[in-house]
């Protein structure tokens, strides 16, 4: 998760102040489009939808997406080149994702015509309690150091999509990426700009400095970075699988460091961790059944909305209306209610999670919903009575196989800990469990924490429709239904569904038992908004903030047109990335 450097928050007693705001901010967007003006049919649109018969990867990264499809050009499936793409990621977006984070995937295989949801999220150390951070006098868990290391699931996370559906030896798989640690690769804008952003603490530790500030500085836009202690992971990866990193040498530089500098990490811990396939669950919405994985995650919350704004006709209220904004934030405070109490480890609690994404709990729950002002205290329904930084990419092969994937280290450098020569930071994915004794996603020892990455999946009539997600921690289930709700009711393609402006719903009850503040939180929205939408949300009751930077999510989708023939890809104009095809 990665949220914007950058954050202009304005008073909202007067909505005439933000909307003059607003104003002077079209006038230099107006002046931009003028000078780029796009001579396709649609203006509004960053760039073409990509097009492509046979394959298509989508990621964050311009080096990643062509690495992905080199591997399809040369054979490979979705599987071999969404692996591919995310270990180019780790090295070329190393403060969003890499195998120091966990990795969650659902994957379309064609041959059995049925989906299947990898769940590869690590556990918190054996050694490490709630008593701990009582004795340190801790009331919530730090975000950076050893304190919130949780065991990485990424590397096992590639071994069992490859073991399952992988076609290519992992070597060759993962030779493009040693190829550019080794010889370098240069350092593109976005990536850039957060890079220096993180600067300064990355500095901090001596061996996370060696790694990431190398050249001396964080490396600028079109500088060639290179991390050949990475590319010595890889290469032990690829040549003796998960071995390598759960119980070989990766694994005793791990422990090592951490027990050095005070962690809680063992050797047991890493040795101990296994992955989990698990069923997706779904909803219907407007005909089509939309696929997420269930907790630990939060992909359900994207379910529980759809459930909560189909009832609605929300393509009557029109896209970028206040009538549609007010709707999505109402329902979503409802699910993110419900997302603060319920969703935790499985292994350690009865969820109730064919409840939550029930029709008929949304029946009940909607009632809650004034399309007049918006609520200021959601509380968590009861659903039994009615019976999260980060990196996505998207593969679609010429098979027709599907891979939905998300990796990430958590907060941008993760920890911001390199543990010696590794090459890469651990992630800091334990700072998202509670310590309040009572609640679900409490801190136990061996426990998974709540995670906020989500892949997503569409299928219409029992196929593949659509392979997407929207990467950004608590904007990712919001950005889910935004995209969906671009496509399905307002008929928009896959690259303008990306491009629109965006709301983000911020306030909500946390699942680490942090309380909602303020009072019915804040509604921040993107350039784009109009400044009579804002209005109109200031008049229903809402606190609106202006924000702009990464806040607003990352998009990758390719969509599915089985009756062409053809493949539709699209990626996030707020960041770096491409859609490649052939």
Not at 427 to 432: D, E
Not at 549 to 569: S, T, V
Request: include cysteine; hydrophobic fraction near 40%.
């Amino acid at each position: 998760m990665l949220w914007p450097r950058f954050m202009y928050r304005l008073t909202v007693a007067s909505a005439a102040v933000f909307v003059c705001l607003q104003f002077v901010n079209f006038g230099h967007r107006s002046a931009r489009a003028a000078e780029y003006d796009r001579p396709a049919a649609n203006p509004r649109q960053s760039r073409s939808v990509v097009v492509a018969e046979h394959g298509i990867v989508a990621a964050s990264q311009p080096l990643a997406a062509e690495v992905g499809l080199d591997i399809l050009k040369h054979g490979g499936n979705a599987a071999d080149a969404a692996i591919a793409t995310n270990a180019m990621l780790g090295l070329v977006e190393p403060m969003s994702c890499g195998i120091g984070g966990d990795l969650f995937a659902i994957y379309w295989d064609n041959k059995s015509q049925k989906l299947y949801g990898l769940n590869a999220s690590g556990r918190s150390p054996y050694k490490l309690n709630r008593e701990v951070f009582k004795q340190k006098s801790l009331n919530s868990i730090p975000g950076r150091g050893l304190l919130c290391w949780s065991v990485p699931g990424c590397v096992a996370g590639w071994e069992d999509l490859h073991a399952r559906f992988g076609s290519k030896p992992l070597a060759e798989i993962l030779a493009p990426a040693i190829s550019y640690a080794e010889g370098g690769f240069p350092v593109t804008e976005i990536i850039a700009g957060f890079w220096r952003g993180s600067a300064k603490t990355l500095a901090e530790w001596p061996d996370t400095a060696k790694t990431y500030l190398s050249l001396g500085h964080a490396p600028a836009e079109g500088e060639i970075f290179r991390n050949p202690a990475l590319a010595r992971s890889y290469r032990a990866i690829a040549n003796e699988g998960r071995a390598a990193f759960y119980t070989g040498a990766i694994a005793q530089q791990i422990v090592s460091f951490s027990d050095a500098h005070g962690g809680y990490l063992s050797l047991k811990d890493l040795a101990d961790h296994h992955n989990d396939w698990v069923d997706p669950v779904s909803t219907s919405y407007r005909g089509y059944d939309v696929w997420e994985l269930p907790p630990n995650g939060q992909g359900i919350a994207a379910l529980q909305i759809l459930n909560l704004i189909e009832p609605y006709d929300v393509r009557k209220m029109g896209r970028g209306s206040a009538e549609w904004y007010h709707l999505f934030i109402e329902a979503k405070k409802l699910a993110f209610a419900d997302r603060a109490k319920f969703y935790a480890d499985p292994d350690f609690n009865k969820l109730p999670t064919a409840e939550l994404i029930s029709k008929e709990y949304a029946a009940k729950r909607g009632k809650l919903i004034d399309l007049a002002r918006a609520a200021t205290d959601v509380a968590p329904g009861n659903p039994l009575l009615s019976r999260s930084d980060t990196i996505y990419l998207s593969v679609v092969d010429k098979d027709r196989n599907c891979c939905s994937l998300i990796q990430s280290n958590f907060g941008g450098f993760g920890s911001y800990v390199v543990p010696g020569d590794v090459g890469f930071v651990i992630q800091n994915r334990g700072q998202l469990f509670a310590l309040d004794d009572q609640h679900l996603n409490r801190l136990e020892p061996h426990k998974r924490p709540f995670h906020t990455i989500i892949p997503a999946m569409v299928t219409k009539g029992g196929k593949p429709w659509f392979c997407f997600g929207v990467m950004g921690g608590d904007m990712q289930a919001q950005g889910h239904v935004q995209i969906l709700v671009d496509l399905i009711d307002f008929d928009m393609n896959v690259q303008e569904a990306g491009d629109l402006a965006r709301v983000r719903h911020d306030g909500s009850a946390e699942p680490t038992g942090e309380p909602a503040e303020p009072a019915g939180g804040r509604v921040v929205v993107e350039n784009g908004v109009s400044p009579e939408v804002v209005a109109a949300l200031v008049k229903k009751g809402h606190q609106v903030t202006f924000g702009r930077g990464g806040g607003f999510g990352g998009y990758q989708g390719i969509l599915i047109d089985a009756e062409r023939g053809i493949l539709r890809g699209a990626t996030e104009p707020r960041k770096d990335g491409c859609a490649a095809g052939y």
